[in-house]
């Protein structure tokens, strides 16, 4: 079945260590993003992509970094430079960035640091 | 820049009820496109229904309907015949023209369907 794997679900971590979310599709989308969800919040963008080898900021990068070497593939890593990262990650594609169909998205990766 | 609110954090709705969710937004963008979508409490988001702009009709999926008053900029969605399955977190977001991918997501509001 097509969708978007979203790795791990539940992560924890050390404060000062990175940590990578792994995103692929199999949807044969040109366009992939992540977004972050806190407690009784709606979601922010963090990164997104419309084509292979070029990823833009959306309005909460810091601390954050991406990579799109294969149109399948978006990771994410949350470097120690976040402040807080504890949250709900959420990959999501569509079919190209200029569209107005909508985002179909992953399960979802819940990072804590201890 | 555009702007999306929901102002209802939380709703409690009695199965095979009608619940309306209300979505205001702002933007100077005359091309749009506003979604629904629901977030169990599994994390993932459904994709609901869509209303574009330049749409004539209101949009209609099933059980939902969005009611969609472009001049008071609202885009409220309807749930008819709420089943306990609706349980969940529902969230509006607002895409346009001059923000290509970025989607403006609402805070959500929590719809709890009781017996």
């Known amino acids: 079945d097509g969708g978007i794997t979203q790795s791990p679900k539940y992560l924890f971590r050390k404060e000062g260590q990175n940590v990578t979310l792994s995103c692929e599709q199999n949807l044969n989308h040109d366009a992939m993003y992540w977004y972050r969800q806190d407690p009784g919040q709606g979601l922010r963008l963090i990164y997104y992509s419309q084509i292979v080898n070029d990823f833009q900021k959306g309005d909460i990068a810091e601390g954050y970094s991406v990579s799109r070497e294969k149109k399948e593939s978006f990771p994410l890593t949350v470097t120690s430079a976040q402040k807080n990262p504890t949250a709900f990650y959420l990959c999501?594609?569509?079919?190209?960035?200029?569209?107005?169909?909508?985002?179909?998205f992953g399960e979802g990766s819940r990072l804590t640091v201890l | 820049a555009q702007k999306i609110t929901q102002t209802q954090p939380g709703m409690f709705v009695q199965e095979k009820e009608a619940v309306t969710l209300d979505c205001t937004y702002d933007t100077s963008d005359p091309s749009y496109g506003l979604f629904w979508y629901k977030q169990p409490s599994s994390g993932e988001m459904i994709f609901l229904i869509y209303?574009?702009?330049?749409?004539?009709q209101n949009a209609t999926e099933g059980r939902y309907s969005l009611n969609f008053q472009k001049a008071r900029k609202s885009a409220n969605l309807v749930i008819s015949a709420s089943q306990l399955g609706d349980s969940a977190m529902y969230f509006c977001?607002?895409?346009?023209?001059?923000?290509?991918?970025?989607?403006?997501f609402g805070a959500g509001t929590q719809v709890v369907v009781t017996p």
């Open positions: 977001a607002l895409l346009t023209t001059d923000s290509w991918g970025k989607f403006q």
């Open positions: 999501a594609s569509s079919i190209r960035l200029a569209s107005t169909g909508e985002l179909f």
């Open positions: 209303q574009g702009s330049y749409d004539q």
